[in-house]
Each structure stands twice: as structure tokens, then as C-alpha cells.
């Protein structure tokens, strides 16, 4: 039980900057990564993080490029 809330709970925290960058393909990009490792800890939690990782990279992703930086502005991505 610990183990899930916990997982839980750190991928709560990532999704808040599923986010991050400027154009559509930056925060598709990061949202895409940031889900991924969310989605990958929460399936870890119930025995299945290939499958979590893939599920949570891919709403990472759909997040990332559905808002605009008026939406979300955590600043610019570590890669520019």
C-alpha cells in the first residue's frame, strides 16, 4: 500500500510539468519524457511499468501539445 501511494504520489508531482518549453513539439517532447517516467513508477506500483510507461508517455505528450506556455510557463527546456 505504501509502495503505491508513494509511486502515486511522485507521478502526481511529474505531471505538473508534463509541460515545459515554448513551441508545441518542446512541450510534446518534455510531456512525452515527463509522462513516461511518471507512467513507468506508477505501473512499477502495480507490476506493470512497460505498460505505464507507455499509457503516461503518451498523456504526457497529448498534454504537452494541447496547452500553450499561457497555460503552463515552466521557462525554457533544458535542451535549447
Do not use: F, K
Not at 49 to 72: F, N, R, S
Request: charged share 10%; aromatic share 2%.
Amino acid at each position: 500500500m505504501l509502495r503505491t501511494l508513494l509511486s502515486m504520489s511522485i507521478g502526481a508531482a511529474l505531471l505538473g510539468l508534463a509541460a515545459c518549453g515554448q513551441s508545441t513539439g518542446d512541450r510534446a517532447l518534455s510531456g512525452a519524457a515527463i509522462g513516461a517516467g511518471a507512467g513507468a513508477l506508477g505501473g512499477w506500483a502495480v507490476g506493470a511499468p512497460a505498460t505505464g510507461a507507455i499509457v503516461g508517455g503518451a498523456a504526457g505528450a497529448a498534454t504537452g501539445a494541447l496547452t500553450d506556455e499561457d497555460d503552463i510557463d515552466l521557462g525554457d527546456p533544458i535542451w535549447d
